[in-house]
T-cell receptor, first 116, second 114 residues
Framework: KAGVTQTPRYLIKTRGQQVTLSCSPI?????VSWYQQTPGQGLQFLFE???????NKGNFPGRFSGRQFSNSRSEMNVSTLELGDSALYLC???????????????FGPGTRLTVL | AQSVTQLGSHVSVSEGALVLLRCNYS??????LFWYVQYPNQGLQLLLK??????LVKGINGFEAEFKKSETSFHLTKPSAHMSDAAEYFC????????????FGTGTRLTIIP
């Protein structure tokens, strides 16, 4: 089974631009979560999508948004980029049938975004 | 709300020595606890998890952790360090099942001395 894939792996943008990152979950997984990793703030939860609906949201400004498609693939968008948005953005997927014990989250390799 | 504290941002041990990485948690509900490992330029890999049941949890690569409710701790150990264990390790907590939000600690970078 293929793992979680994220594209692109590396991105360089300038301040004020917007960016879209893509995540393809493991086949059959319905939940996709996004995390931001920076040296200063560590790993922080952005949001989680399940069956095309945002189910959980972290404490990030509205410039950060996401969506999930019917095939469970997910995208996140950051508008009006700031220097502080430079980070590794990690996507994780899980099966999550909703009524069983905890389902492991499988992480992708991340997209490294650099804002100049 | 849930939080985790990892004591020691950097830990160095000699090859063959005991590895001990510390994690304390805070949770208003019974927590689910995890240890993840991250190698350079890679995502996170789950080492082990505690959800319910046995408090001593065994994971991959010879790691194990013990959930101690009285001490609110979930320390990660390995009896004998190997060079390949050099990586960054993250402790994480989740509120309950069905909640995919993980709250991570700040990480501990493990260095293995030959």
């Amino acid at each position: 089974k293929a793992g979680v894939t994220q594209t692109p792996r590396y991105l360089i943008k300038t301040r004020g631009q917007q960016v879209t990152l893509s995540c393809s979950p493991i086949s059959g997984h319905r939940s996709v979560s996004w995390y931001q990793q920076t040296p200063g703030q560590g790993l922080q939860f952005l949001f989680e999508y399940f069956s095309e609906t945002q189910r959980n949201k972290g404490n990030f400004p509205g410039r950060f948004s996401g969506r999930q498609f019917s095939n469970s693939r997910s995208e996140m968008n950051v508008s009006t980029l700031e220097l502080g948005d430079s980070a590794l953005y990690l996507c994780a997927s899980s099966y999550n049938p909703g009524h069983k014990d905890y389902n492991e989250q499988f992480f992708g390799p991340g997209t490294r975004l650099t804002v100049l | 709300a849930q939080s985790v504290t990892q004591l020691g941002s950097h830990v160095s041990v000699s090859e063959g020595a005991l590895v001990l990485l510390r994690c304390n948690y805070s949770s208003s509900v019974p927590p689910y606890l995890f240890w993840y490992v991250q190698y350079p330029n890679q995502g996170l890999q789950l080492l082990l998890k505690y959800t319910t049941g046995a408090t001593l949890v065994k994971g991959i690569n010879g790691f194990e952790a013990e959930f101690k409710k009285s001490e609110t701790s979930f320390h990660l150990t390995k009896p004998s360090a190997h060079m390949s264990d050099a990586a960054e390790y993250f402790c994480a907590v989740s509120a309950n099942f069905g909640n995919e939000k993980l709250t991570f600690g700040t990480g501990t970078r493990l260095t293995i001395i030959p």
